[in-house]
């Protein structure tokens, strides 16, 4: 669930929502389209969309009884590295977003943990928590560049595209290391 912070919201902030043109009457219904800056941090170790690239939201908001129901689509771009191979990795991600923000003394404000649902601040509503609980849950924890990456060789770190069919490393136990030396001492 996401986190709301109780301090104050900036109207400016490109993820805060203003609702003041949308009426206090449930079915009331606006759209939202716009591109904003993605955050910091919006992602995992290994992969993630990087800060400041553009985010595009694509949303509705929509007057219920208790407060606004935002949902809709965010789409964007992500970096990272494939968890096998170490190759960048160059995609998108959309991801679906729905979000109830209680109105300031509702039922539901009064009735709810704090973490439960989203809070508005008079007209303003934050997006940001829901956007990246969005994100980071449909994002890979272990990205690959392609489902089939062979990865990387144990042995010698080559990429596994980049090795003949053939390839291997003779391994010899270490136990019988000393034999091995005494055999190519006889030829």
Request: hydrophobic share 35%; proline share 9%.
């Amino acid at each position: 669930m996401p986190k709301h912070s109780s301090s104050q919201l900036d109207p400016k902030a490109p993820l805060v929502l203003d609702t003041r043109e949308l009426p206090r009457r449930p079915g009331a219904l606006r759209t939202v389209q716009r591109v904003v800056p993605a955050p910091a941090d919006l992602g995992l170790e290994l992969i993630s969309v990087p800060e400041g690239a553009d985010l595009s939201l694509d949303l509705r908001l929509e007057s219920v009884s208790e407060g606004v129901l935002v949902s809709g689509t965010v789409s964007g771009a992500v970096r990272g590295e494939c968890g096998r191979c170490l190759r960048p990795i160059d995609d998108s991600i959309t991801v679906d977003i729905q979000e109830l923000y209680a109105y300031e003394n509702s039922t539901t404000d009064a009735t709810t943990d704090e973490d439960e649902i989203g809070r508005m601040q008079g007209d303003l509503l934050d997006l940001e928590p829901a956007l990246r609980d969005a994100v980071v849950l449909k994002l890979p924890t272990n990205p690959l560049c392609r489902q089939d990456c062979p990865g990387l060789c144990p042995e010698c770190g080559v990429h596994g595209d980049d090795l003949p069919a053939d390839h291997s490393h003779d391994e010899i136990d270490p136990r019988w290391a000393s034999l091995s030396k005494l055999t190519s001492q006889e030829e």
